[in-house]
């Protein structure tokens, strides 16, 4: 089988933290630009960060700048998102996608997705 599977998500007070997981399943991510997206009812999705291929270039999308930070483990075939200081705007489900794109620019090229691992941050 060849999929990503996201972890880690689960219920917050605001102000906590959460660190989820998007792990390759059947395949290598070496060579993939990694993105994490995430979706609220009602919402259209939106890019939150994505990370390149070799780990050095990232982007954050506004409202997490500083809160959030993406990282990747090749040896581990696993990309994370720390996610620190939740407000109750970040509850969402998030996915992560695994792409032949570069990051910065634009998100073309998605190979393989997750179903998504569902975050709410509510007191």
């Known amino acids: 089988q060849l999929q990503l599977v996201e972890s880690g998500g689960g219920l917050v007070q605001p102000g906590g933290s959460l660190r989820l997981s998007c792990a390759a399943s059947?395949?290598?991510?070496?060579?993939?630009?990694i993105g994490w997206f995430r979706q609220a009812p009602g919402k259209q999705r939106e890019k939150v960060s994505c990370i390149s291929s070799s780990g050095g270039g990232t982007n954050y999308a506004q409202y997490v700048k500083g809160r959030f930070t993406i990282s990747r483990d090749n040896a581990k075939n696993t990309v994370y998102l720390q996610m620190n200081n939740l407000k109750r705007e970040d509850t969402a489900v998030y996915y992560c996608?695994?792409?032949?794109?570069?990051?910065?620019?634009?998100?073309?090229?998605?190979?393989?997705w997750g179903n998504g691992t569902l975050v709410t941050v509510s007191s």
């Open positions: 996608e695994a792409a032949r794109s570069s990051c910065p620019g634009a998100w073309i090229g998605v190979n393989y």
């Open positions: 059947g395949f290598t991510l070496d060579g993939y630009a």
